[in-house]
C-alpha cells in the first residue's frame, strides 16, 4: 500500500505530524475496521490501541466470526479514527459543515500467536481504556487460559494520513 491510499485531495486540511496523528489514535474511543472478502466490504466498530514500538495496532475479539476470519488470512485492513467537533453554519446550505479530526491507517491483518506479545496487546488495550486501574490490583492480568478464548488481532500499519478541518 502506498500514498496513493492516503494522497489527501484538500492539502489545506492535510495533517502530516506523526505525533499529531499518534495523540488522535492514543484518544480515540474506538476506530471503523474495515475489510473486504470476496468483493464484499464490511466493518466494525473496535476499540483499539496503538503500538508506538511496533507501529501496529491491536484489537481483541472472539476466536470466530468475520473480523478473526479476515485476520487469519493476512487480510488488507483499513482503520478509520474520528472525532466531530462544533458544526458549521454558513450563509447558504451547500457551505454548512462540521469541524473534525480524523486519521485513516491501511495495513494487513494477523492473529497474533506470541504468548507474550498477545499479553501485551491486551494490555494496551487495558491501559488505554483503564487507565486508572492497575493489574493484580484492581482485576487478575491475562492469563495463558484467557487466550485460548480471546483473539488478538494486530494490524501492522502500512500507511496513514490525518486531516483536519477547523472552519
Not at 46 to 56: I, M, P
Not at 95 to 117: C, P, T, W
Request: net charge negative; proline share 2%.
Amino acid at each position: 500500500m502506498g500514498e496513493s491510499l492516503t494522497k489527501i485531495r484538500r492539502k489545506d486540511r492535510e495533517i502530516t505530524d506523526k505525533d499529531w496523528i499518534i495523540a488522535l489514535l492514543n484518544r480515540a474511543g474506538y476506530g471503523v475496521l474495515a475489510t473486504c472478502k470476496d468483493g464484499q466490504p464490511f466493518t466494525v466498530s473496535r476499540n483499539f490501541a496503538y503500538d508506538a514500538e511496533s507501529h501496529a495496532v491491536y484489537f481483541h475479539g472472539a476466536r470466530k466470526g468475520r473480523t478473526f476470519e479476515q485476520a487469519e488470512l493476512g487480510a488488507k485492513a483499513n482503520l478509520n479514527v474520528s472525532e466531530m467537533g462544533d458544526w458549521l453554519v454558513a450563509e447558504r446550505a451547500m457551505n454548512f459543515g462540521v469541524k473534525y479530526k480524523g486519521v485513516v491507517a491501511f495495513g494487513q491483518l494477523s492473529i497474533v500467536e506470541d504468548i507474550d506479545e498477545a499479553k501485551h496487546g491486551l494490555q494496551l488495550l487495558m491501559d488505554k481504556h483503564f487507565p486508572e486501574l492497575k493489574p493484580d490490583v484492581d482485576y487478575e492480568s491475562t492469563t495463558d487460559i484467557d487466550l485460548k478464548v480471546t483473539a488478538v488481532i494486530r494490524m501492522d500499519i502500512d500507511s496513514w494520513s490525518g486531516k483536519e478541518k477547523n472552519n
